[in-house]
C-alpha cells in the first residue's frame, strides 16, 4: 500500500540506438546478401507466400469494382460487347484457318530447303493481380507462381506483344519486370529487314530506348521491332515495339531512336507465360515433326497444343509413304 | 497497454500497409501520401515504450517483399524513421499540431531520400524531385490523423 507514484510529464522511453544499428546492419547484410547467394532469392519466394494475402486484399477493391461495373451495365451494353466479340472471334478465328495453311505451306518450303523448323511455343495464361504500386519502377503481379511451373526469366505476353520477364516466384504469385523499366533490355531486330539492336527500358511506360544505332543503319519511323531470339531468354518473332522517333544528326555516328512498345499492361488483364523450348533438343523425325506443326499454338479448334492430332499425323505418314514410292 | 491495444496498433499498421500497396493509376502513385510512414510516427510518438525501431523494420521488410523491391531497402529506411522519431517524440508534445505537421514533413522527407539513395545503389532510376510528394502529403495529413487518432485512442482506453 504505497503512494501512487505521480505519472511524470514526460515519460523517457529507451534512447533505441543499438536497435537501430542492429536494423541497419541486418538490413545492409540482406541487401548484399541478395546480390550475392541464390539462398536468398529462394528464402524471399517463401516469405513472398506469407505476404500473399495482403496482395490479394488489396486486388479486392479493383476487382469489386470491375465486378460491380459489369453487374450493373445494363442489357443493350452487353449486347454489343457481344456482337462485337463475336465479329472479332470471326475475324480471328478466319485468320487462323489461313496460318493453318500457311504453317504448313512453310514446313514444306522449309523441307525443301533442309531447314530446321522452329518449334511451337506452348504457355499457360495468367490474370493481372496488381500493377506495381510504386511510382519509379514498372513491374506487375500475377496470379501464378511455383505451382504452375513458372520460372524466373519467363517470357510474358499480352494479346499484342511482348510484356517483360518474370523476376520472382512464390508459390501461387509471380512479379514481371515489364519491358518499360529502365532495368530491362531486351534483344530485338527490325521486321523489315533484320538489323538487330538492343531495346532498353526508360521508366516511362511508353517510350523504349535504341542505343547504338549507326547513323547509316536503315531504320524508320514505323518500323516493328521483334524480339530477335538472342540471348536464349525470349522466343525469336515476338513483337515487342514500333519505332516512333528517329533523330538523325549528321555530326553524330550514332542516331537517337526511341519506340513505343506494342504490349498495353494498362489495359490487358490477362497474359501468356510462354514456355520456350531451351534449345533445338531433340530432333524429331520429319513426319512427328510436321504433325506437330500443323497443329498452331492457340487455335481454338486445338486447345491442346502439345497433343499430337491424329489426322496431322497420319497425313504426315502418308506424305512420307508417298515420298519414299 | 495490454494485449489489445498492441492488437490495435498491429491491425492500424497492417491497415496501412494494405493503403501503401493498394493499386491505383498509374498518374496517381506519387500522389499517394507515405501511409505507412504517417501511422509508424503517429505510434512512435504516441506510445515510444512500446512501437520503435523493430516495428519499422519489420513492416519494412513486409513492403519489400510485397513491392518485390530488394530486402531490406524499406526495411532501412522505415527502421530509420522510427529512430528519427523516437530520437524526437518529446519535441511533439509542446509543438503546436502545425508545427508536428511541419516536423513529420521534414522527418518523412528524409526518409524518402534515403529511399531514393538507396535505389540508385540498386540499378538505375530516373529521379526527380516528385519523390517528396508522398512525404509533403502525409504531413499535411498529420494534423487530421494525429486528432482522429487521439480520440481513437481514447475511447478504446489505450496507451
Known sequence: MGVRPIKPLFSYGPIPTYRMLLCAVLA??????????????????????VVAPIQWLVALPSEGVRWSAMAISDQQALIDENGRLREQLLTLSNRVQRMASLTAENIHLRELLNAPNPADVPYITAELLSLDSDPFTQQMVINRGRRDSVYI?????????????????????????????????VPVEINRNGLRFIAQGTGQLDTLNIPSVPATADIREGDLLVTSGLGGRFPQGYPVARVDEVKRESSQAFMEVSAEPIAQPERSRYFLLLFPPERPEVKLDGPERMARQVVWPGDP????????????????????????? | ?????????????????????????????????????????????????RVGVLHGFVLGLMLDLIEGAPLGQNALVLSLLAYLF???????RVYSIWQQAVLVFILLGIAQLVEQWLRTIFGPISVSLEFLLPALIGGLLWPWLFTMMQVVRRRLGIG
Do not use: K
Open chain 2, 1 to 49: 497497454m495490454g494485449p489489445f491495444g498492441y492488437l490495435f496498433v498491429w491491425f492500424t499498421l497492417l491497415l496501412a500497409l494494405c493503403l501503401q500497396v493498394m493499386p491505383l493509376p498509374d498518374a496517381w502513385l506519387v500522389w499517394r501520401p507515405d501511409w505507412l510512414g504517417v501511422l509508424l510516427a503517429y505510434w512512435c510518438v504516441a506510445t515510444p515504450q
Open chain 1, 301 to 325: 479448334a486445338h486447345p491442346d497444343a502439345n497433343r499430337i492430332s491424329e489426322e496431322a499425323l497420319t497425313a504426315a505418314l502418308m506424305l512420307q509413304s508417298t515420298e519414299q514410292e
Open chain 1, 28 to 49: 545492409f547484410g540482406l541487401m548484399f546478401a541478395e546480390h550475392r547467394f541464390s539462398a536468398v532469392e529462394t528464402a524471399r519466394s517463401h516469405l513472398t507466400t
Open chain 1, 153 to 185: 526469366g519467363q517470357p510474358v505476353m499480352d494479346a499484342s506483344g511482348l510484356i517483360g520477364q518474370v523476376v520472382s516466384v512464390s508459390a501461387y504469385t509471380s512479379r514481371v519486370l515489364m519491358v518499360a523499366d529502365a532495368n530491362h533490355a
Open chain 2, 86 to 92: 523516437l530520437l524526437l517524440y518529446q519535441r511533439f
